[in-house]
């Protein structure tokens, strides 16, 4: 599937605009008025990212899958149909800051977000390792600033702190792996790659554990998952929203490509297949039972990320055509659903200033809209029907049965188990408890316009995910055919 | 095209409980009488199902298929046999009977009955659907509102531990089951080249042996278990779908979610818990285990009987010593379910139909045992039997309905409860005859607390402090109860309504054991 081709703007149409929007964004911003930032920075945003994503939904459609830019640049559908789900999710994110109190004010909150998404929108397309490296880059620094945003929070300073260190530290080593293996083999492009490499020796393996260690950290899987429920406590919470959901399905992209066309190594060994059988066996298991503990719900919906990398690697080890369409379209139902969460978690923790899950006691009495999206978001997120979160499960679990992994089914589904527990001790304090104080329960609960939209159309896109399949089936398999 | 009842009767009242989200909060009176709106409306398509099956013709009807999504194989097959309708007419009378029966609900009824709806449209789902992956789709859809539903409006001592833990365990229980017809589906794409969830091909590819191949080498040491050196495909996948189902059936030993989850919900939801949720995990055993893989059936099915014989005695025996009516009634239920299982166990044909006619008449009494149940509870403010007394002056209608649901339960002729228990044992003597002696003494057991608990509930001495306090119920419950009573009493009579339907459907099961 390697075709060398000129340079082909259309490839990169999507972050051309987003920079455009980024510059637009950083020049008119001295113009306004202080009272009035926020919501123009916020809709402008917000605005110009649907606007990018319908302009790319309209002429941007790739048709078959091409190396362009000196192979540097995949244009496929793979990289179509996240580069799509992404910019949602940053506009998504763009209308959730504009509420937050030190940061929906500022530009440079929007530029940094805006320019992570273009790092992010060329790690989904990147076919090359050093544009694959400068990509993670643009992606992870803005994201290290973003967390540690809320300079005068000591817990935000903390958490862009840690994720700068951790991440400088992985990428470190990924730029390590890198680097040996274009000793090994004289190339940095994924096809030039992948015929180096025939079978598994124990060098090979030493390097794609480096790399492996390198994209674990982005998809926060076990044993790098740990900076992920600090950071996601102390940043700002749009930001954690955006963490653990653009910036994850980024990392799995990656992961795609990099173990499906770069470094086949499952293809040709079985051994490589089992470690990250392991891999997402444990960082599952650990992330289920660890969220059953936390008290906190930013911390809670970060050990829950954690368990759902763990679900996504299931259709990365399962090695097939459904695995990949699976794990595009688990992305798809994660970015949604996740977002919604975080949106939830924003919306409320906005007003009565606590990410406590104690806190959450009486919510359905106050506001019973947020609540339906709160039980919409923890129910999809568990695996219920009818919505996305469901149908994503049943494909990865479909598509590990289809490749033999039984055992690994089995884990899942054991593990989507424990899973449910925790997501229905949220909804249990959301719909049962009462507040401490019930005065609290009959003050109304201001939800702006634009968390409502926002909130309704990820609501929406959760049960779009879980009840009309068959569009969205389709875009995963194009997806996945463009590198299986 | 002809007009798509059951699809109308799935979506009926998930549309309806939608719609009620959006009545204000404070139009309560609004709020039911459009939830009674819909029953009603659901009720009256699914009497019409029910009458309208054309049992000369038997097999699948009322069929709708809808491509959802074909890539896969998926689609929404619909359908009814002699088996599934009346299932079909037995949730739309709980459901009928259940919305009557919780017009006292105040506490958010928008939401209550919003949730309630939702898992009837679950329920109804599973009922007729021919297609696996939808299968599981509205089983679960029937599994998550009961959590919402017994946690926030039940009994609050034992609520949030009773909901969560039923709600675990129906979970296990249907991913277990989800990942054996995972393991189907793949197998019979190998074989026949066509990848489907559709439950009629998965049969046919079945009975052209597409599962007859050696899954499982046993090694020697474990032979003298399985009896033989080899187990086919459907030898293992069997216990997997069937168990995982049957959970939900209140099978011993994973039955004990159900007593508890009876106990701590509230009226209307352990009307449908009882009534009908069990019958899902049941029908779904049957229609998903027996029906698609009958040789794992046939192969597994006596230490099954065993199971369900635990079941029936068992349940029977703790039944007859709890202090609390609710929970008397909650092990009732599990030992009633254990003679729907066995009636499956014994794959004969008597047994079947008996289990078939048990599975709705069980499902009416139970219904009626706890609205009966639920307005003792809701006048006396408690359910401990020794505490009760003399409830018959001030409650008639509710002691008819009680006493006329014991007989029910004890298999009285005259009654749907005899209808459907008599075949059972006749078909259990034809395979197992010492099973079918164990299991008659259930009857004896079950008889003994039944009466006892009339006695010691409706007649007798009214305690002091009742006096006076108990008030009359209202024309509502009286309705629901009438139509509870007039059900189990017209299938007792006239038997002829009920069992050729579900011998049509038992048939066709027959020729897929390979029988008469």
């Known amino acids: 599937m390697y075709v060398f081709s000129p340079p082909n703007y259309l490839a990169i149409l999507p972050e051309i605009l987003i920079l455009a929007l980024g510059m637009l964004v950083l020049i008119i911003d001295p113009f306004w008025k202080e009272n009035s930032r926020r919501v123009n920075l916020g809709w402008l945003t917000a605005g110009g990212l649907f606007a990018v ?68 929108c060329f790690m989904a397309s990147s076919g090359d390792l050093i544009m694959l490296y400068l990509a ?12 540690g945003f809320l300079l005068t929070d000591k817990f935000s300073v903390e958490a862009g702190f840690k994720y700068l260190l951790f991440g400088a530290m992985t990428s470190a080593v990924l730029l390590y792996g890198f680097s040996l293996f274009y000793g090994m083999a004289g190339t ?16 090979l393996l030493g390097l794609l554990i480096f790399i492996l260690v390198g994209l674990a950290f982005k998809i926060s899987a076990v044993p790098f998952h740990f900076w992920a429920p600090d950071v996601y406590q102390g940043s700002p919470t749009p930001v954690a929203g955006f963490l653990s959901t653009a910036s994850k399905a980024a990392g799995f992209i990656v992961l795609l490509r990099l173990f499906v066309i770069a470094f086949p190594a499952m293809k040709i060994s079985a051994d490589w297949a089992l470690i990250l059988a392991v891999v997402a066996t444990l960082t599952m298991t650990l992330g289920n039972f660890l969220a059953i503990t936390q008290k906190n719900i930013k911390r809670m919906l970060a050990y829950s990320s954690i368990a759902h990398a763990g679900y996504i690697l299931i259709g990365v080890v399962a090695f097939s055509q459904l695995g990949g369409t699976s794990v595009v379209y688990y992305l798809m139902a994660y970015i949604m659903t996740n977002l919604a969460a975080f949106g939830a978690v924003v919306a409320y923790g906005r007003v009565t200033g606590s990410d406590e899950i104690k806190s959450y006691a009486g ?66 304090y959301v719909y049962l408890y009462r507040a401490e104080n019930e005065e609290d329960e009959r003050k109304p609960l201001p939800i702006s316009r634009p968390y409502t939209l926002a909130l309704f159309i990820l609501t929406a896109g959760i049960v779009m995910l879980g009840v009309f399949l068959s569009p969205w089936y389709d875009l995963a398999t194009k997806a996945a055919l463009s590198i299986f | ?119 009837a449209s679950g329920v109804f789902g599973v009922f007729v659907a021919l297609d696996l992956f939808m299968l599981f789709f509205f089983y679960e859809i029937a599994v998550f509102p009961m959590y919402l539903l017994i946690a926030i409006w039940g009994w609050v001592k034992t609520r949030e531990y009773a909901a969560m833990k039923l709600t675990l365990y129906l979970f296990i229980g249907s991913v277990v089951a989800l990942i054996g017809a995972l393991a189907m589906y793949w197998v019979v794409g190998k074989s026949t080249g066509v990848y489907t969830f559709n439950m009629l091909l998965i049969s046919k590819a079945e009975q052209a042996g597409a599962f007859n191949f050696v899954a499982w080498q046993v090694p020697t040491y474990l032979q003298w278990l399985f009896h033989r050196p080899t187990l086919t495909f459907e030898m293992v996948v069997f216990p997997f779908v ?83 009516l609710k929970y008397a009634i909650g092990f009732s239920s599990v030992s009633h379910m254990g003679l729907v299982m066995l009636g499956f166990a014994t794959l004969t044909k008597d047994g079947m139909i008996g289990a078939g006619v048990q599975m709705f008449s069980h499902g009416v009494m139970t219904a009626l045992f706890f609205a009966a149940v639920g307005m003792v509870y809701d006048r006396a403010h408690t359910r401990e039997i020794p505490k009760l007394g003399g409830m018959v002056k001030p409650l008639p209608w509710v002691a008819i309905g009680f006493i006329i649901g014991g007989l029910v339960s004890m298999g009285m002729p005259g009654f749907s409860g005899f209808v459907a228990e008599f075949p059972i044992f006749m078909g259990t003597w034809q395979t197992i005859p010492w099973a079918a002696i164990l299991a008659s003494l259930s009857i004896v057991i079950t008889a003994a607390y039944i009466l006892i608990a009339i006695r010691k509930v409706f007649f007798g001495e009214m305690p002091i402090e009742f006096s006076g306090h108990i008030g009359q119920i209202k024309v509502l419950d009286k309705i629901a109860i009438a139509t509870l009573c007039g059900v189990m009493v017209v299938v007792g009579l006239f038997p002829w309504l009920m069992v050729p339907m579900v011998q049509s459907g038992v048939n066709s099961i027959m020729t897929l054991l390979g029988g008469a």
């Open chain 1, 53 to 120: 994503l319908a302009i790319m939904v309209m002429v941007d459609r790739p048709g078959e899958p091409i190396s362009t830019w000196g192979g540097m640049i995949q244009y496929d559908w793979l990289a179509f149909t996240l580069k799509g789900f992404l910019i949602l999710a940053g506009a998504i994110t763009a209308i959730f800051m504009m509420d937050v109190e030190r940061l929906g004010q500022r530009a440079e909150a929007y530029l940094l977000l805006l320019a992570s998404l273009i790092g992010m």
């Open chain 1, 136 to 147: 993670i880059e643009t992606t992870s620094i803005p994201l290290y600033v973003l967390a």
């Open chain 1, 188 to 203: 940095t492009n994924f096809y030039q790659l992948s015929a180096q490499f025939d079978r598994l020796t124990p060098l």
């Open chain 1, 363 to 428: 919510l359905s009495r106050r506001s019973p809209a947020l609540a339906l999206v709160m039980l919409v978001a923890f129910l999809s997120l568990s695996g219920m029907p009818p919505f996305g979160g469901f149908v994503a499960k049943v494909f990865v679990f479909n598509s590990a049965v289809q490749s033999h992994w039984m055992w690994l089914a089995v884990v899942g589904v054991l593990n989507s188990i424990v899973g449910l527990y925790y997501y229905l001790t949220v909804l249990k």
């Open chain 2, 1 to 119: 095209m002809q007009f798509p009842v059951l699809s109308i009767i799935v979506f009926t009242p998930a549309v309806a409980g939608l719609l009620i989200l959006l009545i204000p909060a404070n139009r309560k009176t609004e709020t039911r009488m459009a939830a009674l709106a819909a029953a009603v409306f659901a009720l009256i398509l699914s009497i019409w199902v029910y009458f309208n099956y054309d049992q000369g013709r038997a097999g699948y009807q009322f069929l709708e298929s809808y491509r959802w999504l074909p890539q896969m194989g998926i689609s929404l097959q619909l359908g009814v046999d002699g088996i599934s309708a009346p299932l079909v007419l037995l949730t739309g009378l709980v459901m009928f009977t259940g919305v009557l029966i919780s017009w006292g609900v105040d506490d958010r009824p928008r939401e209550f009955f919003a949730l309630l709806f939702i898992l």
């Open chain 2, 242 to 324: 069937f168990f995982g189902f049957a959970v939900l059936g209140g099978i011993f030993p994973f039955h004990n979610w159900s007593p508890d989850g009876h106990v701590a919900a509230p009226t209307a939801v352990s009307m449908f818990h009882a009534g009908v949720l069990m019958k899902l995990g049941a029908f779904a055993a049957l229609r998903v285990g027996i029906m698609l893989l009958p040789q794992g059936a046939q192969y597994h099915m006596s230490w099954i009987i065993f199971l369900a014989l635990i079941n029936i005695v068992y349940g029977a025996f703790i039944a007859f010593v709890q202090n609390d």
